[in-house]
């Protein structure tokens, strides 16, 4: 979606819901709001709808696109993840083979002990829920993983439908961890553990050294990512 601002042109928002397909829109002065590709925007849960319109609800005399997080995911997931889906699933099952999770700090010690405090639970949670025990390996040299973890993570990213996998791909990219990812998604984890477990080593240097604004922007847009795609979830699975 364009983040280009807007000028407001409705006054009513509502959400419509269809016995015919099941899926729930959202309409401004009774009109269906459609993708920008020009397709029905069209969601499997009313909650998802809901919190669109409610978006579109909050704009004031401008209407700022960026602002409106779940409309994005929707039109994302129904104009760009649906046509090329098997490759999204692909992309984003590729970072188990890479997991943020997986590579620990050399030095000093106490970084170390708060990524291990932080991450090994919940490598322990993917191994015993996702069948998907990794390997941890100390700086940045590459690790293989076991194929059948690989394996394991892949059935689990494939088996989402177009919606969750668009938040999941949202996460997984702001937090470079599918496992963050899949946790958040299950419910394991809220979108402020998310944050926490994702940003370990930018929140280290921040309380050694301060936090720069390049930083705070990138701990920013993490943050907003990972709401997003957790209302996401907590949407799709009411």
């Given at each position: 979606m364009s983040q280009a601002k807007?000028?407001?042109?409705?006054t009513t928002v509502a959400v419509l819901s269809e016995a015919s397909d099941g899926g729930f829109g959202v309409?401004?002065?009774?009109?269906?709001?459609?993708?920008?590709?020009?397709?029905?925007?069209?969601?499997?849960?009313?909650g998802f709808a809901e919190a669109?319109?409610?978006?579109?609800?909050?704009?004031?005399?401008?209407?700022d696109p960026g602002a409106m997080a779940m409309t994005t995911l929707a039109c994302t997931a129904i104009d760009l993840v649906r046509?090329?889906?098997?490759?999204?699933?692909?992309?984003?099952?590729?970072?188990?083979?890479?997991?943020?999770?997986c590579y620990r700090a050399e030095a000093p010690a106490d970084l170390a002990a708060r990524q291990n405090a932080a991450w090994q639970p919940l490598l322990d949670w993917a191994a015993l829920n996702l069948d998907a025990p990794l390997k941890v390996t100390d700086g940045i040299v590459s690790v293989v993983q076991p194929p059948a973890s690989l394996k394991s993570l892949h059935r689990a990213v494939?088996?989402?439908?177009?919606?969750?996998?668009?938040?999941l791909s949202c996460?997984?990219?702001?937090?470079?961890?599918?496992?963050?990812?899949?946790?958040?998604?299950?419910?394991?984890?809220?979108?402020?553990g998310?944050?926490?477990?994702?940003?370990?080593?930018?929140?280290?240097?921040?309380?050694?050294?301060?936090?720069?604004?390049?930083?705070?922007?990138?701990?920013?847009?993490?943050?907003?990512?990972?709401?997003?795609?957790?209302?996401?979830?907590?949407?799709?699975?009411?």
């Open positions: 807007i000028k407001r042109f409705y309409t401004l002065d009774g009109r269906p709001v459609r993708t920008p590709a020009k397709a029905l925007l069209r969601v499997p849960s009313r669109a319109a409610a978006e579109w609800a909050e704009q004031g005399e401008e209407v046509v090329k889906q098997s490759q999204v699933v692909q992309e984003v099952a590729a970072f188990g083979g890479h997991d943020l999770l494939a088996g989402l439908d177009v919606f969750e996998l668009t938040a996460a997984v990219n702001a937090a470079g961890s599918l496992v963050i990812g899949l946790a958040l998604r299950t419910g394991h984890l809220d979108a402020a998310a944050l926490e477990a994702a940003l370990i080593d930018e929140a280290y240097q921040a309380d050694r050294w301060g936090e720069d604004p390049d930083s705070a922007r990138r701990r920013e847009g993490v943050a907003a990512d990972l709401t997003a795609a957790a209302r996401a979830f907590e949407t799709l699975r009411a």
